[in-house]
Each structure stands twice: as structure tokens, then as C-alpha cells.
């Protein structure tokens, strides 16, 4: 790893913890007396949070683990699992539907349970036994972050829009991201980083 990157990118367990305090950051707004907009643009954030942090650490964190202390890892899938079905369920639900509320807090009490487990076992056990590890890992992790949220720039965009209830520099700033986002993984030089860091 470059010494600029080691210092500007998070290592991986602090961008899962960075992803659990999204998540449940977002919950926290969720109002039943929001309008239906702002309910649906916090679910929807909610759930494509969950959906990309879910697959990174799937694809890249899990399997670093799994080599150290593979018992760590015993219920992680399957609570991966209850949380995408949740996540469907709650998907299916419009926002006016008594359902999405209820689907809502079933999702939230999953990844509260989850992230007690990821927070006392796995990334305290991670960070002793992959320490030299994490920070490539981390970098990894943002590569494949990027790759996986630039084509979903525009809904994150909206969605954000959506949450903002009304507040414009919110909604702003969220655009500004997306765009960003997008913008930075369209630049010949950070393909040339994917394509080296698939090889």
C-alpha cells in the first residue's frame, strides 16, 4: 500500500464501524410523521447501505478473518442473510403501506444485533490478528466500494433528495457526492488502478 493511501483511506474495521454508524445514524431519522418521501428516501439509503457493506465484507473482509479465526464468522453470513431478506420485504413495502414501518423496525433490530456481534467479537479479534493487514484491506474495500456505488450514483443522489426533507443544502451535498463519485471512477487513472488490482 502507498504511503498516501495508508494515511487517507480508513482501515478495514474502522469502515465497517464507519458503515454500522451510517446505518444506524439514518435509522435515527426515520419519523412515522415524516412525509412519505422522507420515510421512503431514509429506507432506501438504509437498505443500499446495508446491500454494498454486506458485499464487501462478503467479498473481501470475511475471507480475511475466515483465514485467522474462522469461528468468529459462525452467524455473520446467515445474519447477512435475514437482513437482505428483510431488506426485500421491506422493498416491497410503499412508504403510505402500514408494513413499511414494521418491516422497517424488523431491519433495524437485525442490524442492531449484528452489529453488537461484529462490534465485540470480529473487528476486535481482526484487529489483533490481522493488524498489519487491515489497512490494505481497507484500501481494497474502498476499490471495490467505488466500483460498486458509482454506477448507483444518481439514486443515492435522489434518495439523499428524498431524506432531506426539504433541506436544500443537504440534498446539495449529497448530489455533490454522487457526482463526485461517478466522476472519480470514470478517470483513466483509477481504471488503471481496478484493472491493476484485478490482476
Given at each position: 500500500m502507498s504511503?498516501?493511501?495508508?494515511?487517507l483511506l480508513p482501515t478495514a474495521?474502522?469502515?465497517?464501524?464507519?458503515?454500522?454508524?451510517?446505518?444506524?445514524?439514518?435509522f435515527h431519522q426515520y419519523k412515522a410523521?415524516?412525509?412519505?418521501?422522507?420515510?421512503?428516501?431514509?429506507?432506501?439509503?438504509?437498505?443500499?447501505?446495508?446491500?454494498?457493506h454486506a458485499q464487501l465484507e462478503e467479498e473481501i473482509f470475511y475471507p480475511a478473518v475466515r483465514q485467522v479465526a474462522p469461528e468468529l464468522l459462525d452467524d455473520s453470513e446467515d445474519e447477512h442473510q435475514q437482513m437482505r431478506e428483510a431488506i426485500a420485504r421491506l422493498?416491497?413495502?410503499?412508504?403510505?403501506?402500514?408494513?413499511h414501518?414494521?418491516?422497517?423496525?424488523?431491519?433495524?433490530?437485525?442490524?442492531?444485533?449484528?452489529?453488537?456481534?461484529?462490534?465485540?467479537?470480529?473487528?476486535?479479534?481482526?484487529?489483533?490478528?490481522?493488524a498489519d493487514q487491515l489497512g490494505e484491506i481497507g484500501l481494497r474495500m474502498t476499490r471495490r466500494r467505488i466500483a460498486l456505488?458509482?454506477?448507483?450514483?444518481?439514486?443515492?443522489?435522489?434518495?439523499?433528495?428524498?431524506?432531506a426533507s426539504g433541506n436544500k443544502l443537504l440534498l446539495a451535498g449529497g448530489t455533490v457526492i454522487a457526482l463526485g463519485l461517478l466522476w472519480f471512477a470514470r478517470q483513466p487513472g483509477w481504471q488503471a488502478v481496478q484493472r491493476a488490482s484485478r490482476r
Open positions: 504511503p498516501w493511501s495508508a494515511q474495521t474502522n469502515m465497517v464501524r464507519l458503515d454500522h454508524t451510517h446505518v444506524l445514524s439514518t410523521s415524516a412525509p412519505a418521501r422522507v420515510r421512503a428516501g431514509l429506507a432506501n439509503t438504509i437498505c443500499l447501505a446495508l446491500e454494498v422493498r416491497r413495502c410503499e412508504p403510505e403501506d402500514p408494513q414501518e414494521e418491516q422497517l423496525m424488523v431491519l433495524m433490530r437485525l442490524v442492531m444485533h449484528h452489529v453488537a456481534d461484529e462490534e465485540t467479537l470480529v473487528l476486535p479479534a481482526a484487529e489483533r490478528l490481522l456505488v458509482a454506477p448507483r450514483s444518481g439514486e443515492i443522489a435522489l434518495n439523499m433528495g428524498r431524506a
